[in-house]
């Protein structure tokens, strides 16, 4: 299955940015969602933005539309989180993982829909 590597996280101010990087290995790169999600201490880990890889569409939870965006550099194989205006409510571990196609949000977003998964980054949003 596909290998996933996340890198890009660190500490930043409140209303900074970062941007997340998942570099992706052993993986065909068609019809399957690809996604973000995070985990903080104590908290169930939550889905942040997914991409589906097959038709483009994208999905965001509520808490981040506005200010995350998602893209891809298939000819890297790289999938990208830029995030932006992020507030302390963001400091989580982040993680990429990739999954089968799903169509709908509230499933794309479910961590547990999801078989590979990177080994996290950490944001700290202070």
């Known amino acids: 299955h596909v290998q996933l590597v996340e890198s890009g996280g660190g500490s930043v101010q409140a209303g900074g940015s970062l941007q997340l990087s998942c570099a992706l290995s052993?993986?065909?790169?068609?019809?399957?969602?690809m996604g973000w999600f995070r985990q903080a201490p104590g908290k169930e880990r939550e889905g942040v933005a997914v991409?589906?890889?097959?038709?483009?569409?994208?999905y965001f939870d509520d808490s981040v539309k506005g200010r995350f965006t998602l893209s891809r550099d298939h000819a890297k194989n790289t999938m990208y989180l830029q995030m932006n205006s992020l507030e302390p409510e963001d400091t989580a571990t982040y993680y990429c993982?990739?999954?089968?196609?799903?169509?709908?949000?509230?499933?794309?977003?479910?961590?547990?829909?999801?078989?590979?998964w990177g080994q996290g980054t950490q944001v700290t949003v202070s």
């Open positions: 993982a990739s999954g089968s196609m799903m169509s709908e949000a509230v499933t794309a977003l479910q961590p547990a829909r999801y078989k590979s």
């Open positions: 052993g993986y065909m790169y068609i019809n399957n969602c």
């Open positions: 991409l589906a890889t097959g038709d483009g569409s994208t």
